[in-house]
């Protein structure tokens, strides 16, 4: 019975490596595919040019003609609010025309809206908190259009929103944010615009152009930048002045970059994984051959020479390998194996796995590399085996008097204690190689919950620590009077903001400029900032001054004193870096007087602390 259990443990051994070797090396592989298939499903736009104020549609289109295309689709994308069940909830819509470039998927229902319909994204609409249904309501605000009532007919993902996050947070959002799709000309009429109002092109060039990636020094999108310099010209030749992006610099690209960890990791892993699976192996092994040395002893006396021994053995984790990677094959590629794998890991991200493949090479490399692993930590068993002689077992030398170190230092203890260390350090090398199995465990364990350790004080100290406020409000800068007001009787804490995307002169890296009333390393200020060199801005200084986060100034090579230039709507504004703080997002904090300049806008948003008893919806 013991023999069979010892036998049918190495074969699992075996299978388990394989299956997970299986799952997670074309898990690797399939994340980086996952997208590709995505973007062919959805024709993900090669370029997204858009206007820095709404413009009529074919004013906007008219810049499509600069450039060779498969397909350009103008589209309205715009903020605002929407409401469910109880809150008003941050929201961005998109208004849809064809829909041939950047197609919406289907998750359930129709994508086609028409008026007074509208498609939710599926990550805000299936959350558990969220739970939507199909003919559900859904109230929204957008532009100066009121409140406006919609029905939900459909749930759909988009290329264009993978990352499912307001765009000023580095959290997804999944229950908190609200992404929706309608047509076009019913958005622009809802928020107060003409019905052919558009701000966005969606635009699928010739074939699958480079674009130069986030993550290394070269620039592989040269001739795709050209394409890009003569779409922003033609935009500002028909004075709708804009900028444009590529594929490469939209956050569903960006996303896909979270792969590349993976695949840097589950290498060592793996081999982790394979030398615990050969180590268990070899002493599995060892106790088999012991157990069977009174047939060798046999098999010795009958003349048995240590070559027939030690190729007998030698075949045994080869016979019992064969079946386990088999098995360990089957499981990987079958429905609870690398597809059910994916398709867990994506759902965390709310990313659609298309189709789930399967890769020749890396199924054989895994189940040679099983066979070469079990076959090599069977070589020591072997060699012990053929080496035992028929004397050593069946002879008066199989008595073995107890290590006397051990006994002298176990004598003083009671004799179960006594007795269970000695048997414990009977077999050394055994004990050993369990410990180093064990260890080699750890490490992975030990090491996962350390980094996710790190990413949790990261994300404490800069979304819990450093934040004071209790809510947050984006408005228009038309509404922010009635803010004001209804803010002077019903908060104990109140500071407007002025928010705006820019990016750095020379680069298409975006960066955000934060405007706040009060820049305060104290522990009361609605946003502490963790000064970590440098001083505190100097209001209304030239050039302005402003204090960039470290992340940005290590990776660009800023320092305390350096000028950053910033291009916003297409003007380029200059600032002194006064000052090096740790923050999650690419940002400069200024004082709002010092950013009014370069946006035009006194505010765009608040912080406020509300009163006990006081209710945020009757802002």
């Known amino acids: 019975m013991r023999t069979k259990l010892r036998i049918l443990t190495v074969v699992l051994l075996i299978t388990i490596s394989v299956y997970a070797g299986v799952v997670f090396s074309e898990h690797s592989r399939n994340a980086d595919r996952i997208y590709d298939d995505f973007y062919a499903e959805t024709n993900f736009a090669d370029l997204m040019a858009t206007s820095y104020d709404v413009e009529h549609k074919d004013n906007l289109t008219s810049a499509c003609d600069s450039i060779e295309h498969q397909g350009c689709e103008s589209s309205l994308i715009l903020t605002g609010q929407s409401k469910t069940d109880v809150d008003w909830i941050s929201s961005k819509f998109y208004g849809i025309e064809r829909g041939e470039v950047n197609t919406l998927w289907s998750v359930k229902g129709s994508v086609t809206p028409s008026a007074g319909e509208i498609v939710i994204d599926a990550h805000f609409a299936l959350h558990d908190e969220i739970n939507m249904k199909i003919g559900d309501t859904i109230d929204i605000i957008v532009g100066e259009g009121g409140i406006q009532t919609f029905t939900v007919i459909g749930f759909a993902n988009s290329p264009l ?177 690398s597809s059910a794998f994916t398709a867990f890991y994506f759902s965390f991200l709310g990313i659609p796995v298309v189709v789930t493949h399967h890769y020749a090479d890396i199924i054989a490399t895994i189940s040679l590399s099983a066979l070469l692993i079990t076959f090599l930590f069977g070589i020591r068993p072997a060699w012990k085996a053929a080496r035992l002689q028929p004397l050593d077992i069946l002879g008066q030398g199989m008595d073995k008097k107890p290590n006397r170190i051990l006994t002298r230092i176990t004598s003083a203890l009671p004799p179960g204690i006594g007795l269970g260390l000695r048997s414990t350090f009977r077999k050394p090398a055994r004990l050993l190689a369990t410990l180093l199995a064990l260890s080699l465990a750890m490490v992975i364990l030990g090491g996962n919950m350390m980094f996710v350790s790190g990413i949790t004080e990261s ?161």
Not at 196 to 218: A, H, K, M, Q, V
Not at 519 to 536: T, Y
Request: hydrophobic share 40%.
């Open 459 to 619: 994300f404490t100290e800069a979304t819990d620590d450093q934040e004071n406020w209790e809510y947050q409000i984006a408005a228009f800068p038309s509404g922010l009077e009635n803010i004001t007001a209804w803010a002077e009787d019903n908060t104990t804490a109140f500071e407007l903001t002025l928010v705006a995307q820019a990016t750095v002169t020379g680069t298409t890296k975006v960066i955000d400029i934060k405007g706040s009333d009060v820049l305060s390393e104290q522990d009361d200020a609605m946003h502490r900032l963790n000064l970590l060199e440098g001083e505190l801005p100097a209001v209304g200084q030239s050039p302005a001054q402003g204090i960039l986060d470290e992340g940005s100034a290590a990776l660009e090579g800023y320092s305390v004193g350096d000028i950053i230039y910033v291009d916003f709507k297409g003007e380029q504004h200059s600032i002194e870096i006064v000052g090096i703080a740790r923050e999650l997002t690419r940002s400069i904090y200024m004082h709002r007087v010092d950013v009014q300049p370069i946006t035009g806008e006194e505010a765009n948003g608040a912080l406020l602390v509300t009163k006990e008893g006081v209710d945020i919806e009757d802002i």
């Open 161 to 337: 929103e993978l990352f499912y996050a307001n765009p000023d947070s580095i959290v997804p959002q999944d229950s908190t944010y609200v992404i929706a799709y309608m047509d076009a000309e019913v958005l622009a009429q809802v928020s107060g615009n003409d019905a052919l109002s558009r701000n966005t092109l969606n635009i699928d060039l010739l074939g699958t152009p480079d674009f130069d990636l986030s993550d290394t020094e070269e620039d592989e999108g040269v001739a795709l930048q050209q394409t890009k310099d003569t779409l922003e010209q033609a935009m500002n030749e028909s004075e709708a002045d804009g900028y444009v992006l590529d594929r490469g610099q939209l956050s569903a690209e960006l996303l896909r970059l979270d792969k590349d960890s993976l695949s840097k990791s589950i290498p060592f892993i793996l081999g982790i994984l394979l030398f615990i699976s050969g180590i268990v192996i070899a002493v599995s092994l060892d106790r088999l051959i012991r157990t069977q040395s009174r047939e060798i002893a046999v098999l010795r006396t009958i003349g048995a020479s240590t070559g027939d021994v030690m190729t007998g053995y030698l075949l045994v984790p080869i016979v019992l390998g064969v079946p386990g990677v088999l098995l360990g094959i089957l499981l990987g590629t079958s429905s609870i194996g």
